[in-house]
Structures are given as C-alpha cells and as structure tokens.
C-alpha cells in the first residue's frame, strides 16, 4: 500500500532557529495535507498543496509540493516555542482515506 | 460552531473484554473516519463512514468494527480487547465532498488495555 515516509523523526531546535521537515513517497502523491499535533492534543489542518512545484505560506510557515509530486516540505523560520508539535504530512490514494506519515516531532528550546 | 466530540475521554478495560468509543461530527459533516494513534506509529486509519454506509477499512482484523447512525454519528467497537490495542482513538469528519477534505479531529478516546 501507499507509504508516506517522513524525516527527520525528531528535531530539538533553539529558539530562533529554523526547521524544515520532509515528506517523501516512491509513488505520485495527489494531494499533500499537513497536520500540527500540540503535545496532549489531536491533529489540526494547516494546508494542502494540490498543484506541482506549488509553494504556499503561513506566516512563518512555508510549504513546498515537489515538481514531480513524489515528495513536500514544510519550512518554519524563526521558530518559537508555540511551534512545539508533531507535524504530519498526509495524502490519500484511490478509495482510501489519508495516509499519514509518522510526523516530525519539534522541540523548541527557549 | 461545535468541533468534533469523541465520549468516553478515558476507558480502561481488561484483555478480552469488549469497549465502545462514540463520536459525533461536526455538524454538516457527514464522513466520519476513525484512525488509531499507539505510541511511536503515527495515525493508523481503521474505518471510513459516508452517508451510513462504510466505504473503506484499514489493515485491522474484524473485531475492529463500526457503524454510522442516521444523524452521522458513530460508534468504533472493538471485540476481545488485546494489550497492544492501547491506544489514542481520533475520530475525525469532513463535509464529504472527496477524499480532499480537510480532516477535523475530536480530542480522542484514550483507551488502555490492561
């Protein structure tokens, strides 16, 4: 079945500091959706990415779709300790509901 | 409006018994999907209700089941309770336009196998 691998699996950053988190597949992802998890909480929509080579931004967030579809990054500059979170990326396949990734979990320390 | 609301928070149940997890969509929602989250494998997807009927199922055995009421409410039953099925249990609804959708999550039903 569809595989959404993403990398790194845990990054502790100092405030300030920037953080990138990379989801790849070895198949065509059609739509990319990504997802923020505070710690005890459950996961919310920030953005998905539908188009080839797309780029889209949120404040200090910023989301890449890859030309080919095969892989999606989310960028956060300047990180503050309200990022702290797991984020996921997710994309569905055919009939079946969105596949997530295992996330990244972000640590931010002040 | 209303978000996802997912009823008990806490369940603790023994191995072998039988536990109900309850979830009600936001309204207008109509799709209703049920992921597991056990610690260190992510969000696994178990079941997928639209308009009552279920659409898909994810890689879990038969005593994972579920239904969709009239009202677009659902219930996860798992049957013969094993340790490894401790878990957070997220429900989430989207307005059923596509696969596309946006998820909404509830805060989860923490289950705990003992």
């Known amino acids: 079945g569809q595989q959404v691998m993403q990398i790194p699996q845990y990054q502790h950053v100092q405030e300030g500091e920037d953080f990138t988190t990379y989801c790849n597949s070895s198949?065509?992802?059609?739509?990319i959706q990504w997802y923020k998890q505070r710690p005890g909480g459950h996961p919310v929509f920030l953005i998905q990415?539908?188009?080839?080579?797309e780029v889209k931004k949120q404040k200090r967030l910023t989301f890449q779709f890859g030309e080919a579809k095969k892989n999606s990054s989310l960028h956060i500059t300047a990180t503050q300790t309200t990022d702290v979170g797991t984020y996921f990326c997710?994309?569905?396949?055919?009939?079946?509901?969105?596949?997530f990734g295992k996330g990244t979990r972000l640590s931010v320390i002040a | 409006e209303a978000g996802v609301t997912q009823s008990p928070t806490h369940l603790i149940k023994t191995r072998g018994q039988q536990a109900t997890l309850r979830c009600s969509p936001i309204s207008g929602h109509t799709s209703v999907y049920w992921y597991q989250q056990a610690l260190g494998l992510g969000l696994q997807f178990l079941l997928w209700?639209?308009?009552?009927?279920?659409?898909n199922r994810g890689n879990f055995p038969p005593r994972f089941s579920g239904r969709q009421f009239p009202n677009y409410s659902s219930e996860l039953n798992v049957n013969a309770l094993e340790l490894e099925d401790s878990a957070l249990y997220l429900c989430?609804?989207?307005?059923?336009?596509?696969?596309?959708?946006?998820?909404?999550f509830g805060n989860g039903t923490r289950l705990t196998v003992t």
């Open positions: 990415l539908v188009k080839s080579g």
């Open positions: 209700y639209d308009e009552g009927e279920e659409r």
């Open positions: 198949t065509t992802l059609s739509n």
């Open positions: 997710a994309d569905y396949s055919g009939n079946t509901p969105l596949v």
């Open positions: 989430a609804s989207s307005l059923g336009q596509g696969l596309s959708s946006p998820l909404h």
